[in-house]
């Protein structure tokens, strides 16, 4: 009996005496002291970024609950989620918010001993923009129907993804748009093919814009196409796909027309 005591006894004094601390996942991964302070990095407006806290203490499922102990700046939100092992809050940066440091406390405990809760502080940087984008090579030259690819740079340097639309002023079944998710802190390099259906030189733009937020790039490119046998027969039937047996009565007419004016 003496010994279960001693035990539970070494239990409690092990968990009051230990470091606290609460350890972050996501974004970064790093274990903060109470009142500690963490910057957790860049991000850009309109962007949603995921802080992921680990439920463990010392090695010790605890933690069950999380929230901000100071209101968010106008039209911002955040949304906990309190999964198995892991408490998720979704910060959501609205497109109106203003480039600057912002610093929220944060505080974590465990339902059961409020008493014990831990607070953190944490920063964000919010930026206007952190896309950039690049085309390797902006004149192409191919032949008709022989697709070429356009290869592009893309780079996020926000701790959130970022979700971007590439397209141009060509048709699309020239150059079909793309849509793009990036990810954090990270650079993609992505070939998108054209397929030109007709021979001949053609200037047009390139565009990369943000599907989150105001940002664009345009460059202006050029695509040659040269001509080939199959090309230059095909040329002259496009007009056949506006033929109809009903148009057979006005060539008539017409012929008929131009017999007796002559």
């Keep these: 009996m003496l010994k279960k005591v001693f035990v ?23 274990v903060v002291p109470d009142e500690g302070e963490l910057s957790l990095g860049s991000i850009a407006i309109g962007e949603t970024v995921e802080l992921i806290i680990d439920k ?13 102990t100071q209101v968010l700046p106008k039209n911002w939100a955040y949304i906990p989620q309190l ?16 480039e600057d440091t912002y610093s929220f406390p944060l505080k974590v405990w465990n339902s059961k001993e409020p008493e014990n809760a831990e607070t953190i502080n944490f ?24 697709s070429v690819n356009y290869d592009f740079i893309l780079i996020n340097d926000s701790i959130a993804e970022h979700k971007v639309r590439i397209s141009s002023t060509l048709p699309s079944y020239w150059f079909p748009p793309q849509e793009i998710t990036l990810k954090p802190k990270q650079t993609t390099e992505i070939s998108l093919p054209l397929n030109p259906k007709t021979y001949g030189v053609r200037d047009f733009k ?13 460059f202006d490119a050029r695509i040659i196409a040269t001509s080939t046998i199959a090309s230059k027969l095909k040329t002259p039937l496009y007009g056949l796909a506006f033929f109809t047996p009903s148009l057979v009565p006005q060539l008539i007419l017409n012929a008929f027309i131009t017999l007796v004016a002559s």
């Design 56 to 68: 463990k203490l010392d090695n010790i499922p605890y933690f069950d609950r999380a929230e901000l």
């Design 123 to 146: 920063v964000l940087y919010v930026k206007k923009n952190l896309l950039t984008a690049d085309v390797i090579e902006l004149i192409k030259e191919t032949a008709v129907e022989d």
């Design 206 to 218: 390139i565009t990369v814009e943000s599907l989150q937020n105001n940002t664009k790039y345009e």
């Design 83 to 98: 999964e198995d092992r892991t408490i998720i809050l979704e910060f959501i940066i609205p497109q109106t918010a203003v």
């Design 8 to 30: 539970w006894f070494l239990v409690f004094l092990c968990i009051n005496t230990a470091s606290a601390a609460v350890h972050i996942l996501t974004p970064v991964d790093v």
